[in-house]
């Protein structure tokens, strides 16, 4: 084996245990709702979603224009929240469920 598929197969296994370490970390919920920021017509580059956890609990997190823009997320999908030390932060797992080219597609029908 030479040195670059040593290292090739190094960073698949590193970011495979990086993603499954961040998912194992995190709550899986679903978005119900997105909370009201109060300044209307302005673009917020974060902005808050409720989610229900699957444990139960409702929270409030936090969520980038970014994340949302990416697989156009909307009330009702799945997501992953993560609490750090401002609040909750949605984040969207790299091992999705569904692929964003199917669902860009279906809801473009």
């Known amino acids: 084996m030479s040195a670059d598929h040593?290292?090739?197969l190094f960073l698949?296994?590193?970011?495979?245990s990086a993603?499954?370490?961040r998912l194992s970390r995190?709550?899986?919920?679903?978005?119900?709702?997105?909370?009201?920021?109060?300044?209307?017509?302005?673009g917020l580059p974060v902005t808050k979603v409720e989610v229900l956890l699957n444990r139960?609990?409702?929270?409030?997190?936090?969520?980038?224009?970014c994340t949302a823009?990416?697989?156009r997320l909307q009330?009702?999908?799945?997501?992953?929240?993560?609490?750090?030390n401002d609040g909750y932060v949605v984040e969207l797992s790299w091992l999705r469920q569904r692929s964003?080219?199917?669902t860009a597609g279906s809801r473009n029908q």
Request: hydrophobic share 45%.
């Open 26 to 42: 995190g709550m899986s919920g679903k978005v119900v709702s997105v909370v009201d920021t109060g300044l209307p017509g302005l």
């Open 56 to 65: 139960g609990d409702r929270v409030v997190a936090d969520l980038s224009c």
């Open 19 to 21: 993603e499954v370490y």
């Open 100 to 102: 964003c080219a199917a």
């Open 75 to 84: 009330v009702g999908d799945q997501v992953q929240v993560r609490h750090s």
């Open 69 to 71: 823009c990416f697989c």
């Open 12 to 16: 698949i296994v590193l970011f495979v």
């Open 6 to 8: 040593a290292t090739l």
